[in-house]
C-alpha cells in the first residue's frame, strides 16, 4: 500500500555513472520534446534495456520533483488517489454557564492523498515504473488525468468531485512486455494516450561506456566482455538473452577479483558461466545446461582470445 509521504525527489545533478551516448541522447530529446508540449511518455522494453534509468534521466531534466509510484498487481484505484485512513475527532466543552456543562463530539473518516493525487495537485512529474503490473482496473483513474487534465475524486476527500491537474504535471511510464509473467495487458484507451517509444537492446558503443562507467574496468577489458555478451545474445538458440546487466556484473566481480577478461583467466571463466548460464537451471534441465556451458566455453575461447591478443599492442 502506498501511503502519504514526501515526495520522492530526484537529485537534478546528472549521475556520475550515466552514460550519454549519441543514442542516448537522442532517446532523451525525443521524450523531453513529447514531455514539453504535455503528452505522457511510454518507454516500453525488454528488460535490462535502461528504461527506469533513461526515465529518471529524462525526468531530472524537466527540473521540477519527481514523484514514483512501482506497479503492483494488488493496487486498486485508491492506492494511486488516496483513501479514507483513520480518524478525526473533534469535542467541544461549553462551560460558558458554571452550573451547566454542554460536550459536543464529532468523529469523521480521514482524507488521505496518495502519490497520484499529490502529483497532480502540486505539479510533479510522475514515473510510473512498470505499470503493467497494476491491474487495468486500477490504472483507468490515469485515462481523465492524461486526457482533459481532471483527476475525480470522491466527495469524501474535501475536494469536490474533481480536482485540476497542475499545469506542470508530467508522466514518465515503463513496462515491460506482456508476456512477460505477472504483467497485465494494458487497455487500448490508457495507450492511446501515450508517446510509446520503443527500446531494444543498445548499441555495442553505448554497451560499452555503460559497462566501463559503470564497474570502473579499463575500456579494453568493457569491450571483450560486451563482445562476448552480444555474441551469445545474437545466437539465438536460447530463450535467455543477456543484457548489458550481465555485462556489469561480469566487470564489477572482475574488479573485485582482480581479475582480467582474458580466456586464459580462469576467474574471468567461471564469472561467465556463473552469469550467463545461470538462467538455464530449474525446468529448462541439466542437458541445456550443459549446451549452454559448451557454447558459452566456446565463445570465451574465439571471442576473447581474439580480441584480447589484438589489443596487446596498444
Known amino acids: 500500500m502506498i501511503y502519504a509521504v514526501e515526495p520522492t525527489v530526484l537529485s537534478l545533478d546528472p549521475e556520475e555513472s550515466f552514460v550519454e551516448t549519441p543514442l ?34 529524462v525526468a531530472r531534466q524537466l527540473d521540477q520533483p519527481t514523484m514514483l509510484i512501482f506497479g503492483d498487481d494488488e493496487f486498486g484505484s485508491s492506492d ?21 456543562l454542554k460536550t459536543e463530539e464529532d468523529v469523521s473518516m480521514r482524507w488521505v492523498d496518495n502519490r497520484l493525487t499529490q502529483a497532480c495537485r502540486e505539479g510533479f512529474t510522475l514515473i510510473y515504473d512498470e505499470f503493467n503490473r497494476s491491474r487495468p482496473e486500477a490504472n483507468n483513474v490515469l485515462l481523465s488525468i492524461l486526457e482533459e487534465r481532471l483527476l475525480a475524486l470522491p466527495m469524501v476527500s474535501g475536494e469536490g468531485d474533481c480536482l485540476e491537474v497542475h499545469p506542470n504535471f508530467r508522466a514518465i511510464f515503463t513496462s515491460n512486455p506482456e508476456e512477460y509473467a505477472g504483467v497485465h495487458k494494458t487497455q487500448d484507451a490508457l495507450r492511446d494516450r501515450m508517446v510509446t517509444i520503443e527500446l531494444d537492446h543498445f548499441d555495442e558503443e553505448t554497451e560499452v561506456a555503460i559497462t566501463e562507467a ?6 579494453q577489458e568493457a569491450e571483450r566482455i560486451v563482445q562476448l555478451v552480444r555474441a551469445l545474445r545474437d545466437l539465438g538458440n536460447s530463450c535467455y538473452k543477456p543484457t548489458v546487466r550481465a555485462c556489469i556484473i561480469i566487470s564489477k566481480v572482475l574488479k573485485i577479483r582482480q581479475a582480467r577478461a582474458s580466456t586464459h583467466d580462469p576467474i574471468f571463466r567461471e564469472v561467465c558461466l556463473d552469469v550467463l ?12 545446461k550443459k549446451e549452454m556451458f559448451a557454447v558459452v566455453e566456446d565463445l570465451i575461447r574465439t571471442r576473447c582470445d581474439h580480441t584480447f591478443h589484438c589489443v596487446q599492442g596498444d
Do not use: W
Not at 514539453?36 to 522494453?45: D, I, R, T
Not at 559503470?214 to 575500456?219: E, K, T, V
Not at 548460464?277 to 541445456?288: A, D, F, I, L, N
Open 24 to 57: 542516448v541522447c537522442n532517446l532523451t530529446e525525443r521524450s523531453l520534446s513529447y514531455l514539453k508540449a504535455g503528452y505522457p511518455v511510454h518507454f516500453s522494453g525488454l528488460a535490462g534495456t535502461g528504461k527506469t534509468t533513461l526515465a529518471m534521466h
Open 214 to 219: 559503470r564497474s570502473g574496468i579499463a575500456r
Open 277 to 288: 548460464t545461470g538462467e538455464t537451471s530449474g525446468s529448462q534441465g541439466r542437458k541445456q
Open 80 to 100: 494511486l488517489i488516496g483513501g479514507e485512513h483513520g480518524y478525526r475527532s473533534r469535542r467541544v466543552v461549553d462551560r460558558f454557564i458554571s452550573r451547566v
